[in-house]
C-alpha cells in the first residue's frame, strides 16, 4: 500500500464546492433577514 504524504491531495474541487455552499448560506441568510423585517414592517 502506498504511503500517505499530508499535504500532497489536489483539494481544489472540495474547496470550489465549500465555497459555494458558503454563498448559498450567506445568500439565504441574508434573505431571510429581509423576509423578517419586511414582515416586522407591514404586521403580518
Given at each position: ?8 491531495m489536489?483539494?481544489?474541487?472540495q474547496e470550489?464546492?465549500?465555497?459555494g455552499?458558503?454563498k448559498?448560506?450567506?445568500?439565504s ?8 423585517i419586511l414582515?416586522?414592517i407591514?404586521g403580518?
Amino acid at each position: 500500500m502506498a504511503e500517505h504524504e499530508p499535504g500532497t491531495m489536489d483539494i481544489r474541487v472540495q474547496e470550489k464546492t465549500f465555497d459555494g455552499f458558503i454563498k448559498i448560506a450567506t445568500r439565504s441568510v441574508i434573505a431571510i433577514i429581509v423576509c423578517l423585517i419586511l414582515l416586522a414592517i407591514v404586521g403580518a
